[in-house]
């Protein structure tokens, strides 16, 4: 069942904060998010992903939010979770630091943007826009000048999956959100940047 299409006045967007967390689980579901990821796949090393447990990786995250750092924001349709973004200053995502394909453009500070979850009710209704314009905003307020994202930009006519395929954002979405390409590392997948 697809939800009515929101508008800007019915979403709010707050930090994931401790008492924030029971709202982030209850997005997630029993099944956290991506097959059990708990947007742990940019925080852990590969091997030590690779080798946690679901479990595992809801406690990793939960420990973040429970130290202080805030790894994402939550939209909000009235009071219920209806979509995440995870981001922070790019030094924070080891495997994003480590990574060939992705590697840095420069050596600018930057916030990167490493995934989007939206609840299935409220997918294809332009979330991703709003979302990023809503991690921009709490970039900014966080001293960030630069925010950087990873999206992919499907061939003409290919459709991405509601499910992990576009889990990192869509270009058009990124676009229409006021990021430049700044590169190409792949054919499919572009670095885009806004600058504050």
């Not at 930090?15 to 059990?36: H, I, K, M, Q, S």
């Not at 954002?169 to 430049?180: E, I, M, P, T």
Request: aromatic share 10%.
């Amino acid at each position: 069942m697809t939800a009515s299409p929101l508008t800007s006045a019915d979403l709010a967007f707050h930090p994931v904060t401790a008492d924030r967390w029971p709202d982030l689980e209850r997005l997630f579901g029993p099944r956290g998010a991506y097959f059990g990821c708990w947007c742990m796949f940019w925080r852990l090393r590969r091997a030590e992903f690779d080798r946690s447990s679901a479990e595992e990786r809801r406690t990793g995250l939960k420990g973040l939010v429970d130290s202080g750092q805030v790894p994402g924001i939550l939209a909000y349709a009235g009071d219920e979770p209806i979509a995440w973004v995870s981001l922070g200053p790019r030094e924070s995502f080891l495997p994003l630091e480590r990574s060939r394909t992705l590697k840095r453009v420069d050596e600018q500070p930057v916030w990167a943007i490493v995934c989007f979850f939206v609840a299935k009710p409220h997918r294809r209704q332009g979330l991703m826009v709003r979302l990023l314009q809503g991690a921009v905003a709490y970039a900014a307020s966080q001293g960030a000048q630069i925010v950087e994202g990873y999206p992919v930009d499907p061939d003409e006519g290919h459709r991405v999956s509601g499910g992990s395929e576009g889990y990192m954002g869509l270009a058009s979405a990124f676009r229409k959100a006021g990021f430049v390409e700044v590169a190409r590392p792949s054919e499919n997948r572009m670095v885009m940047r806004f600058s504050i």
